[in-house]
């Protein structure tokens, strides 16, 4: 049958995929490193390739949307370090001392 290259590599990169190898895991040696025998071993999800190509395509949209969003959370917390900073610089220069009336 066809595979897609990238499709693959998703598929190893998946939480199925860690949890399959994990399963088959025994002794002690080196965590997420299994022989050849495991790895014939674990049944891999093959639908036809028409449809691994349109998977690979919607993960590529969710994984894009996701480094924006991680992007835009970052600069999101330097505007806010940036903020609690030129808080800090105006409350000890004194600037912030605010006016109370005396009623």
Known sequence: ????????????????????????????????VASVKIRKEIELPLPDLDEQQRIVAHLDQVFEKNSQLKQQYEEQIQD???????????????????ETSNT
């Open 80 to 98: 806010l370090k940036n903020l609690k900073q030129s808080l800090l610089t105006e409350a000890f220069e004194g600037r912030l001392v605010t």
């Open 1 to 32: 049958e066809e595979l897609s290259i990238e499709y693959l590599k998703n598929w190893m990169e998946s939480l199925d995929f860690r949890r399959s190898i994990e399963s088959f895991a025994k002794g002690a040696a080196i965590k997420n």
